[in-house]
Nanobody, 121 residues
């Protein structure tokens, strides 16, 4: 079992910044990739950004140039630096860990509980 825990959400004014953190913990697994998703009220969950173990990143068009994803492999932690925030960035942000069990080689997805980000004046 892998635990995924997010932190760092909150209320920020338009144009402001926030940094989200996500830590994955557990045993007998190897992280393949981690990513951030978000879900606004009445909308489907969407991909925000992802990063592989080798550092290959991918961003949604709506956040490219404003958000930066990074990771600390030694600590199994991923970060999302969010700058120039807009009201439309308001959502619950979820962290996802795509892992492989080192014993069975099974690939499994784990989700965090989510953290609220609200951009409002």
């Amino acid at each position: 079992q892998v635990q995924v825990v997010e932190s760092g959400g909150g209320l920020v004014q338009p144009g402001g910044s926030l940094r989200l953190s996500c830590a994955a913990s557990g045993s007998s697994y190897r992280i393949i990739a981690m990513g951030w998703y978000r879900q606004a009220p009445g909308k489907q969950r969407e991909t925000v950004a992802s990063i592989t173990r080798d550092g290959i990143t991918n961003y949604a068009a709506s956040v490219k140039g404003r958000f930066t994803i990074s990771r600390d492999n030694a600590k199994n932690t991923v970060f999302l630096q969010m700058n120039s925030l807009k009201p439309e960035d308001t959502a619950v942000y979820y962290c996802n860990a795509d892992v492989r069990n080192v014993g069975t080689a099974a690939q499994i997805n784990y989700w965090g509980q989510g953290t609220q980000v609200t951009v409002s004046s």
